[in-house]
């Protein structure tokens, strides 16, 4: 089994999972399984909320997300939030791009610092598609290598290897003999 079938069947899973109260079409479902699948991710206690500190994004994303305020997120108001902003992703990029060049500066940045140099991913200064999508490959790698990683210890041995073991040796790019995340995250191309 290849990890695209993996992470397809994954994301069907995910899917159906999705009360059907909250789906209205299709990009509905997929947008509230992402959630669901986010949620489940960082809610550390699994009290069915999050805190500032359990939600893992940032104080502005929070902000934009936590509906009533009040300081707790709830898995229902972040599925509304997501699904309010109609298949978007929860910060609205185009409109903090104020210049409308495709990129999002320093001075662009409505967030903290430090929030900006976590989505600048290759510390070029500016948040670009390209930023957006090597976060959403790691993010995708951690996952997979979540799921593989048997013994868990952090890499994937060819052992726990799900597919064939020359992807095995093509990925392996410092022939140490197991995968890390970056070694698991398919290669973007830069567009921008």
């Not at 789906?23 to 500032?52: I, Y």
Request: charged letters at 40%; one cysteine or more; a negative charge.
């Amino acid at each position: 089994m290849n990890i695209r079938k993996i992470t397809t069947a994954l994301a069907l899973t995910c899917a159906v999972a999705v009360p059907a109260a909250y789906a209205q079409s299709a990009e509905d479902v997929k947008q509230t399984a992402n959630v669901d699948v986010w949620f489940e991710r960082f809610d550390k206690n699994k009290d069915g909320q999050l805190t500032v500190d359990e939600f893992g994004l940032g104080k502005s994303y929070f902000a934009a997300v936590d509906l009533d305020s009040n300081g707790i997120l709830t898995r229902e108001e972040a599925k509304q939030a997501q699904l309010r902003k109609s298949g978007k992703p929860f910060v609205d990029w185009t409109k903090m791009d104020t210049d409308a060049d495709g990129y999002i500066t320093v001075r662009e940045w409505t967030g903290t610092p430090e929030e900006f140099d976590a989505h600048d991913i290759d510390g070029d200064r500016v948040i670009s598609k390209y930023d957006r999508a090597l976060a959403r490959e790691r993010k995708a790698a951690k996952g997979r290598l979540e799921a593989f990683d048997k013994d868990k210890d952090g890499f994937v041995s060819i052992k726990e290897w799900p597919a064939d073991e020359s992807l095995f040796r093509q990925r392996d790019r410092n022939r140490d003999g197991k995968l890390n995340v970056e070694e698991l995250a398919e290669d973007i191309k830069r567009k921008d």
